[in-house]
């Protein structure tokens, strides 16, 4: 099922629920309440959509950042870490209604709108079923965009998907799925519209960009994501069991627990390219790859279109659930840290203030 979330108010802190994750379009007022984020393996085939709007404010203290505090980082205007907004925010609690969209699908996994025309919605399933709901359909359509050979097994399957910056005009997107090849792994992979008939993909342009193993069959991450900058963002999680049997979130040797930074287009002979200024370029040791670190299972990314912050939501392994402000080489604590308190090992729990790093350079949620 498909359903539209309709706001009477406009609120301060947006969430996007599809098929039981959270992908995130939020700014500010992100230092209370409690929201929760759903592995997939819970995914019902509802997928839910959420429109809203929330304020940042000035800040006063001459560094252009909208913080208040002073020392060039972003904030909402009073030092507390969370990224401004530039929208008008509402008080109190908004009137909401549901609306049923259209039925029909199973086990959904993405609802990613067409870049030009977002009222075409692109649904996906675990199975690696893509199809495409036309404004003013009401059931699943029987024709299908694209269907690759996912493994759909507990957490693996589709899992992410992006349009190229410049879709349609560049006929390019990328999928974050689980390649049912006979042994796990994730595959980054790009594909792009049928030359003949640009409604649907063509299944023979599939590319691979990036692929690595999966130790379990869950905690695959799954999010993919455009950024400001043109680079593809990719969420990837700890590699599965519990507790982090692997300590891949605090690693820099293997790309589970992250997030990556990859330019699409080829380099020399590599698939795609490394940003120079990605944080662990030329460090011995580190995949160059990583963006930023400590991450369990970050379902969903998303980009703030107005400032360019990008949020993650991140399951939490029992007791807290978290979304994050990403940034360029932070730590977010995983497995030392499931939100803002101590999992495992010693760590620094006296820092609650959202977006902060604490005395072991782990960076704090906006929200648990």
Known sequence: MAFRLHPTARFTTSLLLTASVLSLAACGGGSSGDEEASESE??????????????????????????????????????????ACPHSEVTGDPDLEWELVATGWNQGTLLVPHPTDPERLFVGQQNGEITVLAPGESTKPSSVFLQVPALNNFEM???????????????????????????????????????????????????VLLEFDQPFRNHNGGGLAFGPDGYLY???????????????????????????????????????????????????????????YGLRNPWRIGFDLEGG??????????DYEEIDVIANGSNYGWDTMEGFHCFMGAC?????????????GQTTPIIE
Not at 177 to 201: C, K
């Open 157 to 207: 399957g589709l899992l992410g998907m992006a349009f190229h910056p410049d879709f349609p005009e560049d006929p390019r997107f990328y999928l974050n799925y689980n390649p049912n090849s006979g042994d796990d792994r994730t595959r980054i992979a790009e594909f792009s519209l049928d030359a003949s008939d640009p409604t649907i993909a063509d299944p023979s342009s599939e590319r």
């Open 42 to 83: 819970d995914a019902t085939g509802e997928a839910s959509e959420a429109t809203s709007s929330t304020t940042g404010e000035g800040d006063g203290d001459g560094d252009g950042d909208g913080d208040g505090d002073g020392d060039g980082t972003s904030g909402d205007g009073d030092g507390d870490g969370v990224p």
């Open 234 to 292: 990719i969420a990837t999680g700890d590699g599965g069991d519990s507790n982090d049997p692997l300590d891949a979130g605090e690693r820099l040797d293997i790309l589970l627990g992250k997030i990556l930074r990859i330019d699409v287009e080829p380099d020399g002979g590599a698939a795609y390219g490394v940003p120079s200024d990605n944080p662990f370029v030329g460090m011995a040791g580190a995949m160059p790859e990583i963006y930023a």
């Open 309 to 318: 912050v990008l949020y993650t939501g991140d399951v939490g392994q029992g």
């Open 348 to 360: 620094d729990d006296s820092v609650t203030a959202p977006n902060q790093e604490n005395a072991n």
